[in-house]
């Protein structure tokens, strides 16, 4: 895939994943947005690879808005929404339950994504381009040390799984990283280290992004496994409605949801 000359935003790209993944589009030719809360590093990335920092609180929608114009005035359109910006939760439920804590969470790692999502999706779809949004292997399997975690990500590949299906001119992917050695990780660091649990080189991370940025498919949760190669989890068909006698319904295989919703 020629990459040359196109434009991505990335959020979360003042550092770890993000940061990477905006140095490598930037070695590709891709002209590069970096949209953080984070401004200081921000900027050293943006300047690093030629491209204009934003600052841009994904939780606030008209700052997700703002980051589509940037791109768009800056560079001409946009093919790349990389919506990546992402916390760890640090809490759990019971004594150790916030509620701040909680919604901050949600709205950062989930409410982030569908902004992200919705305020780039005419620009991308203008370019029949493409939104990746960093998920976690979280969100593919459980994590009891972290529910609102799973919760979030589990949202986010459902989120993306959807959308997949529902605009065949844009791709629209996840990335499903497990555990990577950026800053998220720094609580969990020693522990990781003491149980032997890998831990995953970023590039390992930003090869996977590159494999779905230069791919085909939509629709797909894509996990980065210490160990494994890269792939789209196959997930399970979920089972559909049968008639009374056990046979297979035509209703099976379609979204009454999207029908009704194109009829109203
Ligand atoms: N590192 C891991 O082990 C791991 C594993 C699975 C998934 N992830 C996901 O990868 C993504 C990137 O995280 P990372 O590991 O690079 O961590 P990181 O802490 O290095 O980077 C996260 C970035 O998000 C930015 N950010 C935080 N809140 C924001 C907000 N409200 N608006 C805009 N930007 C905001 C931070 O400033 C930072 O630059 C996150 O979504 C994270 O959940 C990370």
Redesign the pocket.
């Known amino acids: 895939m020629e990459l040359t000359g196109k434009v991505a935003i990335v959020?979360?790209?003042?550092?770890?994943?993000?940061?990477?993944a905006a140095r490598r589009l930037a070695s590709l030719g891709v002209r590069v947005v970096v949209?953080?809360?984070?401004a200081d590093?921000?900027k050293v990335v943006a300047d690093e690879v030629g491209g204009v920092f934003v600052r841009?609180?994904?939780?606030?929608p008209a700052?997700s808005a703002s980051a589509v114009e940037v791109a768009v005035r800056e560079f001409g359109g946009l093919d790349i929404a990389f919506?990546?910006?992402?916390?760890?939760t640090g809490c759990s439920l019971g004594e150790d339950f916030d509620v701040e804590t909680y919604r901050?969470a949600m709205?950062?790692?989930l409410d982030?994504v569908v902004y992200g999502a919705h305020y780039a999706l005419p620009a991308v779809r203008e370019r029949g381009g493409q939104i990746i949004?960093?998920?976690?292997?979280?969100g593919l399997m459980p994590m009891p040390g972290d529910p609102i975690?799973g919760a979030n990500?589990a949202a986010?590949v459902a989120l993306v799984r959807a959308l997949g299906g529902a605009y065949p001119d844009v791709r629209v992917n996840a990335?499903?990283?497990?555990?990577?050695?950026?800053?998220?990780?720094t609580p969990?660091r020693s522990t990781l280290e003491d149980i032997g649990m890998p831990?995953?080189p970023?590039s390992a991370?930003v090869d996977t992004f590159m494999s779905i940025v230069e791919g085909s498919g939509t629709g797909e949760a894509w996990f980065?496994q210490s160990g494994r190669p890269s792939e789209p989890f196959g997930f399970r068909n979920p089972p559909g409605p049968r008639a009374a006698d056990g046979s297979r319904l035509d209703a099976a295989c379609k979204d009454p949801v999207s029908i009704a919703l194109k009829e109203s």
Do not use: E, H, W
């Open positions: 959020t979360g790209g003042s550092n770890g994943i993000g940061a990477a949209a953080d809360v984070d590093q921000g841009c609180d994904v939780t606030v700052d919506l990546n910006a992402g916390i760890g901050r709205a950062i790692n982030g949004a960093t998920a976690s292997m979280a975690y990500k986010v990335l499903c990283p497990a555990f990577a050695d950026t800053n998220i990780i969990l831990i995953l970023v991370v980065v």
